[in-house]
């Protein structure tokens, strides 16, 4: 869904249960997604630029933890400024310093990043730290001019499988290197 958001895409999602990500969902639509349902598909189309989108982790049915680091990476391309609240878990703003190498203006205090949109991420190598640092470097990536190169993608596989691949289908430019 973020995918979709953050290259201003029109992509259409099946077999997912839309109430399950109804916070996620929220918060696409709170930055000018337009987001249509049904029982077991959901479509987002970003015609714009996103609107920054202030967000607070919570546990379920609140705004997922683990979907924070994406949403941050969306923030750093949003139009405004925005902030990201993790109430959760200590130490989850790993990937802010990777944003950073690509352009992204973000400083985080405590359990809090404040993000200032960017027009634009640039490409620039860059690490994966965990899981979700991963999925947002490369949500950045998609995004950003140029080519971006993500080292340690083998924390992605732990929990996105064969994600290149889906990617492509949706029309990325997506590919991973042999070791």
């Known amino acids: 869904m973020i995918a979709a958001a953050i290259t ?19 918060k696409l639509i709170e930055a000018g997604a337009e987001i249509t349902s049904t029982d077991n598909s959901i479509r987002v189309k970003m015609r714009q630029r996103p609107k920054a989108v202030d967000i ?14 994406q949403m941050t990476a969306l923030n750093a391309v ?22 950073e190498r690509m352009g992204a203006s973000i400083k985080v205090n405590d359990n809090t990043a404040t993000i200032s949109g960017t027009k634009k991420l640039l ?20 995004a950003a001019e140029g080519t971006t190169e993500i080292a340690r993608v ?15 289908l949706i029309g990325a430019r997506i590919s991973r290197k042999p070791m």
């Open 56 to 69: 607070e982790t919570n546990a379920y049915p609140y705004f997922p933890t683990d979907m924070q680091a």
């Open 78 to 99: 949003a139009k405004g400024d925005s902030y990201v609240r993790e109430n959760i878990f200590e130490n989850r703003f790993m990937h802010v310093q990777e944003l």
């Open 123 to 142: 490409a620039a190598p860059v690490m994966a730290t965990d899981l979700r640092a991963s999925a947002s470097l490369i949500l950045a990536g998609l």
């Open 8 to 26: 201003r895409g029109d992509v259409e999602i099946n077999n997912i249960v839309p109430n399950h990500s109804f916070a996620v969902i929220e």
């Open 154 to 168: 083998y924390h992605i596989d732990r929990g996105y499988d064969c994600i290149e691949e889906k990617l492509q």
